[in-house]
């Protein structure tokens, strides 16, 4: 649930990148933070494992500035994929008011893909809210790979319900911002 | 306006956010604290008072409602439906954390000089206060374009386009 506080003239969304281990989530987070100028963004914060694994969030405050006289921020946060840590997802997940799934376009990891949304999906009927109606973008990440499925049939097992969907490369940049941008407005039309 | 209360936004209203610094301003005087923090359950600040040096709140709203959602699913397995209150001791500094009515999360900061038992009975008194505020806020129902004005989904796109680019 965002939070508009009147007096201060301020408003706070809460974005949350989801998907299965190693598609990508953390590396959105550190092209957005590399790339956005300095007045916008904070400290890029990650609790992880010494191998460089989120164990529990990464965190990426955006300050968009005044707009309309109202100070608007974006919490972005990531969580970890692995599948052992859905209780850590489901801490992560609360008053979350958008979501990016992150798919990683691999063939070897459709599954993995099906199932993290699938997850998603329970996560977000428990919070009370309808999955279909839920503000969410799916990327679909690493479509440099020569082993990336072909998109048709990424969209057949992955999207539904026709979520706007973006073909991304995290590692180099093409897709990320599109994708914030697709996210971002979705979350501003719903406040 | 999206039809699923849970899909809209909390407005906090003028009125209610100075009590609500009303309610931080005397749990800090009354406990000798350093600082006390108001969060929504997502992380983010609400209000906050004491130590005007301290930078870092942004940061400390989110990891401290990541520590409570985390023990919220800790109580779970434990069979319990969540933790109320935690409690983390530092050398210099410690934390007291209470959770209002399932949405908001109240934090002190205080030192050695203040007795834990104290912060536990004013963490009290103030989380019902802030819980009558937090009722009221919930049934205020304003509506958004009364409070951000019609257009401005159009400026904010455009800020976002502007921003968020290579």
């Not at chain 2, 406990?31 to 906050?48: E, M, P, W, Y």
Request: glycine share 6%; aromatic share 8%.
């Amino acid at each position: 649930m965002a939070l508009i506080n009147v007096a201060a003239r301020e408003i706070h969304c809460k974005i949350v990148y989801y998907g299965p281990g190693m598609c990508g989530k953390t590396t959105n987070l550190q092209w957005i933070h590399g790339q956005v100028p300095q007045a916008t963004k904070g400290d890029l914060l990650s609790i992880a494992t010494e191998t460089e694994r989120t164990l529990f969030f990464d965190f990426l405050p955006l300050d968009l500035g005044k707009v309309r006289g109202f100070q608007t921020r974006f919490h972005l946060y990531t969580v970890p994929g692995q599948v052992l840590y859905e209780r850590t997802r489901v801490a992560v997940l609360n008053g979350v008011d958008g979501v990016v799934f992150v798919a990683d376009s691999q063939k070897s990891k459709l599954e993995e893909n099906v199932n993290s949304l699938k997850e998603l999906a329970r996560n977000i009927q428990k919070q009370g809210k309808k999955f279909q109606d839920f503000p969410l973008v799916l990327q679909y990440n690493k479509r440099d790979l020569p082993n990336a499925l072909p998109v048709p049939l990424m969209d057949k097992y992955l999207n539904p319900f026709k979520w706007p969907r973006f073909e991304a490369c995290a590692a180099s940049g093409p897709g990320v911002f599109d994708t914030l941008k697709g996210i971002s407005k979705i979350v501003i039309g719903k406040l | 306006m999206a039809l699923d209360p849970q899909l809209t936004s909390l407005i906090v209203p003028p009125d209610e956010t100075t009590r609500i610094e009303d309610v931080l301003n005397r749990l800090v005087e009354e406990t000798g604290g350093n600082h006390a923090l108001l969060l929504d359950k997502s992380g983010q600040v609400i209000a906050c008072h004491g130590d005007a040096n301290r930078q870092d709140t942004t940061a400390l709203g989110a990891l401290i409602a990541g520590t409570f959602a985390s023990s919220r699913e800790v109580a779970k397995l434990l069979r319990e439906k969540d933790f109320k209150m935690l409690f983390q001791q530092g050398v210099r500094e410690n934390l007291f954390i209470a959770l209002i009515a399932d949405q908001w999360i109240l934090t002190i900061i205080f030192n050695k000089e203040t007795h834990i038992g104290l912060v536990k009975v004013l963490i009290k008194k103030a989380s019902e206060e802030l819980s009558a505020i937090l009722q009221r806020v919930r049934q205020s129902r304003r509506v958004r374009d009364d409070v951000l004005g019609a257009s401005f989904r159009t400026s904010m796109e455009d800020t976002i386009d502007l921003l968020f680019r290579d």
